[in-house]
């Protein structure tokens, strides 16, 4: 169990794909690990939802 408490993220996006991703990374990469990370697109037309779904694929359980 951590010591550290659990932060939420949350991230709002609407036709953000590449602000999206960078964010995630950023995320992904730091050194605080106890945390969840929610995005919530609000019907983005681009590929957002795409390319959500293919870096938890590639990122596996660290997402």
Known sequence: MSTHPLVSVIIPTFNRRNDLLHCLRSLTE??????????????STDDTSEAVKDIILMLGSLI
Not at 30 to 43: A, P, R, T
């Open 30 to 43: 730091s050194s605080y690990k106890n945390m969840e990370i929610i995005v919530v697109d609000n019907g």
